[in-house]
């Protein structure tokens, strides 16, 4: 099995609305058909027991191109990644097919393929694959470069309701929906977001003091300068109490 390119569909594709990794696979005559090589779905289930096979397309039988869209695509789910869709198509070129696999974060989307490539290979040679190694790699990538919790609430919010969205930067900075009706927001900003109102909640305690002459319930607390000074407010307020920073996150 041959990858002779690997891209990114950023955006409403041929294949769905998902982003995805698209890549061209070649397959010998023998890896066309994996009935052919009865080792190998034993070595495969043996060192990736949750694999879950997508059957193809009626009268196509199961490639190695096969197996590899289901591996890129479990890798990602089995660490976390919310993924679903994925297809493998044949070519008009014998024994070569496209293979479209969904991702959330295009880095660990391209990353997962480079393991299936690997958890593939070593099914076919029969050699060692440390699938926890692998997995935890995966959740470390997607842990560095998610969208953070504020942006993140927003994006899930959007998607539940069908719309869809890409990340134009590694930031905070997302794109939802197409052409003229796209909208875009920075963290928890949109287009709409004041400067005024951005400079307040960027100052919690300002936030809270007008939070609190509006009526609206708020934590008891107060600024402080040093360990010393907060552990003075800790005994004016009471214990349990949380220390966050004025500014930021």
């Known amino acids: 099995m041959e990858i002779s390119r690997i891209r990114a569909l950023r955006g409403p594709n041929l294949w769905s609305r998902h982003t995805s990794i698209e890549a061209i696979v070649s397959c010998s005559e023998a890896e066309r058909d994996i009935t052919a090589m009865p080792d190998f779905e034993p070595r495969l289930r043996t060192r990736f027991p949750e694999i879950k096979f997508l059957e193809p397309a009626i009268g196509q039988p199961f490639s190695l191109a096969h197996a590899l869209e289901?591996?890129?695509?479990?890798?990602?789910?089995?660490?976390?990644?919310?993924?679903?869709?994925?297809?493998?198509?044949?070519?008009?070129?014998?024994?070569?097919?496209?293979?479209?696999?969904?991702?959330?974060?295009?880095?660990?989307?391209?990353?997962?393929?480079?393991?299936?490539?690997?958890?593939?290979?070593s099914a076919v040679d029969n050699t060692p694959f440390d699938l926890d190694a692998a997995l935890k790699e995966l959740r470390d990538l997607d842990e560095d470069i998610r969208l953070g919790p504020s942006t993140g609430s927003i994006v899930y919010a959007g998607v539940a309701r069908g719309i869809p969205y890409r990340r134009l930067t590694e930031g905070s900075m997302v794109q939802f929906g197409w052409g003229h009706r796209q909208r875009r927001i920075q963290a928890a900003e949109t287009g709409e977001t004041s400067a005024i109102a951005e400079s307040i909640a960027q100052d919690k305690e300002l936030t809270k003091m007008l939070l609190h002459a509006a009526g609206v319930p708020v934590p008891n607390g107060r600024a402080v300068e040093d360990a010393e000074d907060a552990w003075k407010a800790a005994q004016e307020i009471g214990a349990p109490v949380v220390v966050k920073p004025r500014d930021g996150n």
């Open 70 to 121: 289901s591996a890129a695509l479990c890798l990602q789910a089995q660490a976390g990644c919310p993924v679903t869709f994925s297809r493998s198509v044949a070519t008009v070129e014998t024994g070569t097919y496209q293979v479209v696999v969904e991702y959330t974060e295009e880095d660990v989307g391209r990353r997962a393929f480079d393991l299936a490539e690997k958890l593939i290979a």
